[in-house]
């Protein structure tokens, strides 16, 4: 098979530059190994569309903060074309202390930032997001009547909002391939051959030719550039685990909660969320690993069961478990904790654009396509419009 672009895997990243891919006239294919779109990752995280680690790891000026900034007004539009859930829920995120209240003072500070000029890349047009506001002990307690009963108040974000982040690959995909994209799955890359600006992909059972590469293989994006020599970036795979409680639980929880996390809960996290599916999700228990070991440890269950109920004292959690699962991400810079997203051409390797997006990808995804659509122009891929696009239909992909 030939083919103008290769996408290598089908979780959000790859199935949303494959619909983008999809308004244009160009011949393409999605590689995945697994049965199904979004099976790593992208269906093991919080689901939250949010500005990125609440800002904890978001500093302006970063990929991370341009994308995300530039990709959260996007998503009610996209949940509407796609028909997949859109919550808006909000975030309040818990102040025990004065050190808590001014450290949120300063992430408030930093949150949402942008350039008032129309032409910077972080510009973010008038009414996109609403202010985050500080809300006082009472007010948090009507949001919110069964979180923990000694907190000061809270920094509440009206932007924050809960999607099934599984669903949304899937509706994209579903739409690329109606509108002419290829998935093909079960197709685990092996070795990709390079000369000049042809590539040929070897799978476990096919071998594909193409002129342009996206690697947007997770966890394995660093595997996938060594085998041409594309890797210029390195990062650190960070295990996660998180816990879904019940709907009994899942009654409890009306918005994204959690805390500030001190050094004494360092690297794991108190953050608590509900499902679009009314469930309670929490955690996460975060850890070094490899990256195929999905082992779920005792120690983790219990992080988050504790984390739980540190957020919501008076309720049994330990007997309202539903399941608990685990999901990597990739964590550029962990040395100084300034995360940010690969989105980018390796030096000396042409046609060829790496994919990295680790802490709060999913929330990028509306936007990808138009990065990556950039950097396809820059090498010179011809971009005519596909005038039979249509953003709402759909055509069953994966299992
Ligand atoms: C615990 C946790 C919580 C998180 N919470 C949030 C959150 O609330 N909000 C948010 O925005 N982000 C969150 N994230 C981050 C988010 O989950 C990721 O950024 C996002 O899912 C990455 O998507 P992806 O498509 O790049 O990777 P993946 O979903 O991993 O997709 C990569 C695909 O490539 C395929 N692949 C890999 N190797 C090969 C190969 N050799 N051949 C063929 N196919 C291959 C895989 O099978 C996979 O389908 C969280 C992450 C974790 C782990």
């Keep these: 098979m030939n083919v103008d672009v290769v996408i290598i895997g089908a979780g959000i990243a790859g199935s949303s530059i494959a619909r983008w891919l999809s308004k244009y006239n160009i011949s393409s294919v999605v590689l995945e190994k697994n049965n199904d779109i979004g099976l790593e990752s992208t269906s ?14 978001f500093r302006p000026g970063t990929l991370h903060a341009e994308v995300n ?16 859930p859109f919550k808006r829920i909000g975030g309040l995120w818990l102040i025990r202390d004065k050190a808590d209240y001014l450290k949120y003072v300063k992430l408030r500070s930093r949150s949402f930032r ?33 979180v923990n009963q000694e907190v000061l108040g809270a920094l509440s974000d009206p932007n ?35 000369s000049g600006i042809n590539y040929t992909i070897k799978t476990n059972d096919d071998e594909i030719r193409a002129s342009y590469i996206i690697n947007a293989a997770g966890i394995n994006a660093d595997r996938i550039a060594e085998m041409v020599g594309a890797r210029d970036f390195s990062y650190v795979p960070l295990k996660g685990t998180l816990t879904d409680f019940d709907e009994d639980a899942g009654k409890i929880i009306n ?19 509900p499902t679009v599916n009314g469930l309670f999700r929490d955690g996460i228990y975060l850890e070094m690993s490899y990256r195929n070991n999905k082992e779920i440890k005792k120690e983790a269950v219990n992080h988050n069961i504790k984390a739980a109920k540190e957020l919501f004292p008076n309720f049994p959690f330990e007997k309202h478990i539903e399941k608990t699962f685990t999901g990597f991400m990739a ?10 997203f690969i989105i980018d051409i390796p030096n000396f390797i042409p046609n060829w654009v790496n994919i990295v997006l680790g802490p709060a990808g999913v929330t990028a995804a509306p936007m990808l396509g138009e990065k990556v659509g950039d950097l396809l122009r820059m ?14 239909s759909k055509r069953g992909v994966g299992k």
């Design 44 to 57: 093991t995280n919080h689901s939250l569309v949010c500005q990125g680690g609440d800002s904890l790891t």
């Design 69 to 84: 900034i530039k990709s959260i007004p996007l998503w009610p539009k996209l949940a509407e074309e796609l028909n997949f």
């Design 114 to 146: 942008s350039s008032s000029k129309p032409n910077s890349p972080y510009y973010i047009p008038e009414g996109s997001f609403k202010p985050l506001e500080f809300v006082d002990r009472k007010t948090l307690l009507d949001l919110e009547p069964y």
């Design 160 to 194: 924050l909002a809960i999607v099934d982040s599984y669903k949304v690959a899937k509706s994209m995909a579903e739409n690329a391939a109606s509108n002419g994209i290829e998935f093909i799955f079960n197709q685990e890359i092996k070795k990709i051959e390079r």
């Design 255 to 273: 918005h994204e909660v959690h805390y500030l996390p001190r050094m004494e809960d360092l690297p794991n996290l108190k953050t608590a969320v």
């Design 331 to 340: 964590m550029t810079n962990p040395e100084t904790g300034w995360h940010d």
């Design 379 to 392: 090498s010179g891929l011809k971009l005519e419009t596909n005038p039979r696009f249509d953003p709402t």
